[in-house]
């Protein structure tokens, strides 16, 4: 049984990558399969796989060309065929995905009780950024328990965060604050019940983890495509996952889901990446035979 249901680890700028898309699965395979080699890869390569994900040649195609102008690939000809190398903006947000990414099966138990607050404001000078601003906020963690207020118990995003309201020139149009929350008002527990839907959450994660407990890939193929298959939805998830202390949230669903779906990955790897070498090693057999 193969997971259908992903994205990516963060979006670029330039546009949503929409779950399970042909660029959604581009995207993981460059960042599972080609970042870690630190080599461009063969066009013929990134088709070959995205055909056995079940992308059509001509879409697959349309994707990488819609990666090259993204600025996610560049493009070395050799002939009449190209191989892509990845962009330093893309090597950026890999660095800074994979870190969110890879938490999530931490528990996060030395929380201090701090919360960071954000009051942004969007004037109508600034209404193009409303988009931009919520989605970094939630792919930070943030949840927003009332009208204007955005919160989390990542006081360690500051940084993360300045960085997206400035971008956005909304410095001037922004309150922010750390602290504990006193007994007036909502208390933390209402605050985690308001600021994120974690009810449907907590369903998505029970159907990933019936499907994850039925994989069973066992040839090179079948381990190749199913990593990243699986490392497709791994990368959607902290997209919805707040990843919030053992304090607010005990036993989560989450932490659990993310440690199976690390563990299968580690273990189907090193045929993965093996299969994937061959298949580049093949492309690149067939160019230097090519007339």
């Given at each position: 049984m193969?997971?259908?249901?992903?994205?990516a680890?963060?979006?670029?700028?330039?546009?949503?990558?929409?779950?399970?898309s042909?660029?959604?699965?581009?995207?993981?395979?460059?960042?599972?399969?080609?970042?870690?080699?630190g080599?461009?890869v063969?066009?013929?390569?990134?088709v070959?796989?995205?055909?056995?994900?079940?992308?059509?040649e001509?879409?697959?195609?349309?994707?990488?060309?819609?990666a090259?102008?993204?600025?996610?690939?560049?493009?070395?000809r050799?002939?009449?065929?190209?191989?892509?190398?990845l962009t330093?903006?893309?090597?950026?947000?890999f660095?800074?995905?994979?870190?969110?990414?890879?938490s999530?099966?931490?528990?996060?138990?030395?929380?201090?009780?701090?919360w960071?607050?954000?009051?942004?404001?969007?004037p109508?000078?600034?209404r193009?950024?409303?988009r931009?601003l919520?989605?970094?906020?939630?792919w930070?963690?943030l949840?927003?328990?009332?009208?204007?207020?955005w919160?989390t118990?990542h006081?360690?995003?500051?940084?993360?965060?300045r960085?997206?309201?400035?971008?956005?020139?909304l410095?001037r149009h922004t309150?922010?604050?750390?602290?504990?929350v006193?007994?007036?008002?909502?208390?933390?527990r209402e605050?985690?019940?308001?600021?994120w839907?974690?009810?449907?959450?907590r369903?998505?994660?029970?159907?990933?983890?019936?499907?994850t407990?039925a994989?069973?890939?066992?040839?090179s193929?079948?381990?190749?495509?199913?990593?990243?298959?699986?490392?497709?939805?791994?990368?959607?998830?902290?997209?919805?996952?707040p990843?919030?202390?053992?304090?607010?949230?005990?036993?989560?669903i989450?932490?659990?889901?993310?440690?199976?779906?690390?563990?299968?990955?580690?273990?189907?790897?090193?045929?993965?990446r093996?299969?994937f070498?061959?298949?580049?090693?093949?492309?690149s057999?067939?160019?230097?035979?090519a007339p």
């Amino acid at each position: 049984m193969a997971i259908t249901h992903g994205s990516a680890l963060l979006q670029p700028d330039d546009g949503s990558v929409t779950p399970g898309s042909a660029r959604s699965l581009l995207f993981t395979v460059l960042g599972e399969l080609v970042w870690p080699t630190g080599k461009p890869v063969w066009t013929a390569t990134l088709v070959h796989l995205l055909r056995g994900l079940g992308i059509e040649e001509q879409t697959a195609r349309q994707a990488i060309a819609r990666a090259a102008s993204s600025d996610w690939i560049t493009a070395v000809r050799l002939g009449r065929e190209v191989s892509w190398s990845l962009t330093p903006k893309l090597r950026q947000i890999f660095e800074s995905g994979s870190l969110r990414v890879y938490s999530l099966k931490d528990s996060f138990s030395q929380w201090d009780g701090r919360w960071l607050a954000v009051l942004p404001t969007i004037p109508a000078s600034h209404r193009p950024a409303r988009r931009p601003l919520y989605a970094g906020l939630t792919w930070a963690g943030l949840g927003n328990p009332a009208p204007g207020l955005w919160i989390t118990p990542h006081v360690e995003r500051a940084a993360e965060i300045r960085e997206l309201v400035d971008r956005l020139d909304l410095q001037r149009h922004t309150v922010s604050f750390a602290g504990t929350v006193e007994a007036i008002g909502l208390d933390q527990r209402e605050i985690v019940d308001r600021g994120w839907d974690l009810a449907s959450l907590r369903e998505h994660y029970e159907l990933v983890e019936g499907i994850t407990a039925a994989l069973a890939p066992q040839t090179s193929d079948e381990k190749l495509f199913e990593s990243i298959r699986l490392s497709n939805e791994y990368q959607v998830l902290p997209r919805t996952d707040p990843q919030l202390p053992e304090a607010l949230l005990p036993d989560w669903i989450g932490r659990r889901v993310a440690r199976r779906i690390e563990a299968l990955r580690a273990q189907w790897r090193p045929a993965a990446r093996a299969r994937f070498a061959e298949i580049d090693a093949e492309s690149s057999s067939r160019t230097a035979v090519a007339p």
